[in-house]
């Protein structure tokens, strides 16, 4: 075997353990079972091992009428290809997904061989349950049961419910297979995602609830977002050899430590190497690391890439324009002169949309996040953390009276990591001077700390 991997420890009590999903194998000889044996591999050489292992779905290529050769692929996957995991001395728990539970049969045979807590609700024994480890509760529910319609949809009064009667905990996770928000910019309702009818009350009794994160897989992908919050947390890379995007995604698992303090994670690759990872709730800047700039174009406070760990937090005040609001008006860029800046942000549209544009490549498109509104003529007091780290969640924003985190909304699968910032800076208008995209508000105000 080759080093052991150094796993990430609770800091005093609490929890250390490993999410990764969609291996899709169970087949002898087929694609992904020496991709799902490489995964494996790195997870072999963490050191301590794992207290307990999240799988949130897709287990086996599945997806098959003949409960035999179901139940086959159940088989070969756990007890030839997990035969390596003592699963008394480190216990598995699974979610239901789409290539394991897409009929009454899978169900049945999901059931039957997997053997998971009889606690959910009604008719959705070892589909919905929950488990309780000390200071830690985690939820795992059924985003795609039968009786409910299938994939995409999801019960949410018995979720409610449980996260009620557990109230007390300290730590709770929520773990399903199709996450809630959009991944990547990869979107559709009942397929990528739960129903959208579904998403907002769901979304609603997470943070009503004091739920940490939400763990899911299903988009072929590794990717962290905050909403109002709460995280999604979006693993799956376990095996599936396929990925979305192809060119940025690789097979990962996720090494977790949950204490008093928060959430800390490491994404490992193929090799071993951490290839992002997350310290959460993220920390305050100490106050002293406060700058306030004037309104106007300065050198760059700092340039070049950010280190890893690092972060950038932005506190943007003033009131919004009254006319010509749709236009676009800058708040902060950062360019170099003679290029296309690659960092703006700002308002636009009609409803000044707080908005960053990132363009990372000359001659290819920017990337566009998009935050909250603001309404004609109304002040505002907005904070904006830039977390590379995070990847294309990692660009976030709060209100100054409210602490918990959003990360806007974007279509991409890539942030600002490995981003090389420029040594100019503009406030107040863009980079071609005063009449170039002038903030049409009043009584701006810009400061900034560093990480």
Known sequence: MKDSISALLPRGEGHQFLLYGDSCSGVPGALHEKTFASVNAVVQRLRP????????????????????????????WLDTEMAWLDRVAIPMWHTSGNHTTYDVMSETVFRSLLDLPDNGPPGQSGLSYFVQRGD??????????????????????????????HSDIRHKLVIGHHPVFPVNGFSGAYQREIGHEYARPFWDILVNENVLAYLCSHILAFDVQAHRGVLQICTAGAGTAHRMPEDVEYLHCVQAALDAHGLRYQVLDTNGAVRERLEWPIPDPDPARWAALPSGEAKALFSGPLRSGASIELRLTGQSATID??????????????????????????????????????????????????????????HVRIYPDMGPGGLLYRHHDDLRWSSFNAATARGVEGLSWPERWAIGHGQGGLEDRPFRGAALGFQIAQM
């Open 49 to 76: 091992q794992p207290d307990f292992i999240v799988f949130p779905g897709d287990e086996i290529i599945g997806l098959t009428p003949d409960a035999d050769a179901l139940r086959a692929q159940w088989r070969y």
């Open 325 to 382: 609001a749709a236009s676009a008006q800058t708040i902060f860029t950062a360019f170099e002169p003679g290029a296309i800046a690659p960092i703006w942000l700002g308002l636009r549209g009609p409803a000044q949309t707080l908005t960053v544009i990132v363009g990372r490549d000359p001659g290819r498109s920017p990337a566009y996040w998009l935050g909250p509104d603001l309404a004609v003529g109304t002040p505002f007091d907005i």
């Open 136 to 165: 830690l509760l985690m939820v795992f529910v059924n985003t795609l049961w039968s009786g409910l319609g299938g994939e995409g949809h999801v019960e949410i009064e018995w979720l409610e419910a449980t996260l009620k009667q």
